[in-house]
């Protein structure tokens, strides 16, 4: 069974590096994978339509590089059963978004784990890729794949912020980010993340995760953007999206050609 270079990087104490996509398209990944620059792909499936052959080939594509992983953004309406079938198809690791409670991270946390007594979730074995089908895989090996998952959860309500230290202390928690848009909706200010109340939680957050040895994880939309984060003590990031990537370089390539043909 594949390796999940995510979870292996965490446990050494590691700096990780992922990058978004929207896209379901296997060649995407491939292309991702040949740069050799990531150590993971998270597919934001929360702002995306897919099927679940989809994920089976977005697992596929994944498993052709031994040294990248892949999340999968899932959201809160039938996350359970989302998470599950992303997992199952290949996608390794899961960022849960929509969390208000200890008790909501709780419940994220049950759907990813075997249900063993030791793990105490409720995610049951099924004959499907990430167990091989059935016969190419032992349900111990899926048992340990499961305990492997990283778990990584979004705080971005007004709720999860108020509950936050309860929140980093629920076991089989890996890793969190803030979500400063979500945030904003929930304090009365959509829209406004760059006002200062929305600045302080998203500080308050990562201080509270380093101090409570849960890794902080930061969006950016490129690396100039990180030194500020790094310097509070950040080594987890997730930058850039396949779609952002593809606007700013048609509308910079496309308004210069443009330009330049009007001048001649």
Same mark, same amino acid.
């Given at each position: 069974?594949?390796?999940?270079?995510?979870?292996?990087?965490?446990?050494?104490?590691?700096?990780?590096?992922?990058?978004?996509?929207?896209?379901?398209?296997?060649?995407?990944?491939?292309?991702?994978?040949?740069?050799?620059?990531?150590?993971?792909?998270?597919?934001?499936?929360?702002?995306?339509?897919?099927?679940?052959?989809?994920?089976?080939?977005?697992?596929?594509?994944?498993?052709?590089?031994?040294? &990248?992983?892949?999340?999968?953004?899932?959201?809160?309406?039938?996350?359970?059963?989302?998470?599950?079938?992303?997992?199952?198809?290949?996608?390794?690791?899961?960022?849960?978004?929509?969390?208000?409670?200890?008790?909501?991270?709780?419940?994220?946390?049950?759907?990813?784990?075997?249900?063993?007594?030791?793990?105490?979730?409720?995610?049951?074995?099924?004959?499907?890729?990430?167990?091989?089908?059935?016969?190419?895989?032992?349900?111990?090996?899926?048992?340990?794949?499961?305990?492997?998952?990283?778990?990584?959860?979004?705080?971005?309500?007004?709720?999860?912020?108020?509950?936050?230290?309860?929140?980093?202390?629920?076991?089989?928690?890996?890793?969190?980010?803030?979500?400063?848009?979500?945030?904003?909706?929930?304090?009365?200010?959509?829209?406004?993340?760059?006002?200062?109340?929305?600045?302080?939680?998203?500080?308050?957050?990562?201080?509270?995760?380093?101090?409570?040895?849960?890794?902080?994880?930061?969006?950016?939309?490129?690396?100039?953007?990180?030194?500020?984060?790094?310097?509070?003590?950040?080594?987890?990031?997730?930058?850039?999206?396949?779609?952002?990537?593809?606007?700013?370089?048609?509308?910079?390539?496309?308004?210069? &050609?443009?330009?330049?043909?009007?001048?001649?």
């Amino acid at each position: 069974m594949k390796r999940n270079r995510l979870r292996e990087l965490l446990n050494e104490g590691k700096p990780t590096l992922g990058i978004h996509v929207l896209s379901t398209w296997p060649g995407i990944i491939e292309v991702i994978g040949y740069s050799r620059a990531f150590d993971y792909v998270e597919y934001v499936g929360e702002y995306s339509s897919f099927s679940l052959e989809q994920m089976d080939n977005f697992g596929r594509a994944i498993e052709l590089f031994p040294d &990248m992983s892949a999340m999968m953004k899932v959201e809160e309406q039938t996350r359970g059963f989302i998470a599950a079938r992303a997992i199952d198809s290949g996608i390794q690791n899961v960022l849960f978004t929509d969390c208000r409670s200890a008790d909501d991270v709780r419940e994220c946390v049950r759907f990813v784990r075997s249900e063993t007594p030791e793990a105490g979730g409720i995610h049951g074995y099924g004959m499907r890729r990430s167990a091989g089908y059935g016969v190419g895989a032992t349900p111990a090996d899926w048992v340990k794949n499961m305990d492997d998952v990283v778990i990584a959860i979004m705080i971005e309500k007004k709720g999860a912020l108020e509950n936050l230290e309860e929140i980093l202390s629920v076991e089989g928690v890996d890793m969190v980010q803030f979500g400063p848009a979500d945030y904003s909706i929930s304090i009365g200010k959509p829209g406004q993340v760059r006002d200062p109340e929305v600045q302080k939680a998203h500080q308050l957050m990562i201080e509270t995760a380093l101090k409570k040895g849960v890794a902080p994880r930061v969006e950016i939309s490129s690396f100039e953007q990180a030194n500020p984060f790094i310097e509070m003590g950040v080594r987890h990031f997730c930058i850039g999206w396949d779609t952002g990537i593809i606007f700013q370089w048609c509308r910079q390539q496309g308004q210069a &050609m443009r330009d330049l043909l009007a001048s001649k």
